[in-house]
């Protein structure tokens, strides 16, 4: 789990600033230890679903399995993208992946702490629309599409 520190540090300041809020945070490798919201440095994943599904908002950078877990239990997402030139990934992809699917009901992208802050409250205050939850299992069509092509291989 790569390190994120602006986001870590981000969400802590929240939770100084708004101390009747239950925070939490899984940080990784971040240097950053939060000093006003509890944290762990890793959960194991029956705990880290069972937070996602008892949360009222699920803040994350814009990774795949983020959006899919928020998508699957119909959680309001909260996303930060990582940036290459402030060293938080090797690649631009989030900024990428948060353009194609921060469209989506449910999920929202910011991308200053600034906006992260004001869209925390906010979310809280009057949560996102959310859509249908999206399957964990592919679907019969893709099944069949792949089979599909590895026989034709």
Known sequence: MLPFERLVRAVDEWARDNPAQEVFLQIGET????????????????????RLRECDLFVAHVGMGSILQALEDRKQMLMLPRHREW???????????????????????????????????????????????????????????????????
Request: charged residues 25%; negative net charge.
């Open 31 to 50: 240097e950053y230890e939060p000093r006003y919201a509890p944290f762990a440095r890793m959960v194991a994943m029956t705990e880290y679903r069972r």
């Open 87 to 153: 060293g938080e990934h090797t690649t631009d992809h989030q900024i990428h992946t948060a353009e194609r699917f921060g469209h989506l009901p449910g999920l929202r992208v910011v991308d200053t702490v600034e906006d992260l802050h004001r869209e925390m409250g906010a979310l809280l205050q009057v949560p996102l629309a959310m859509g249908d939850a999206i399957s964990n299992q592919a679907s019969p069509d893709l099944l069949a599409g792949v089979r599909n092509f590895l026989d034709g291989v």
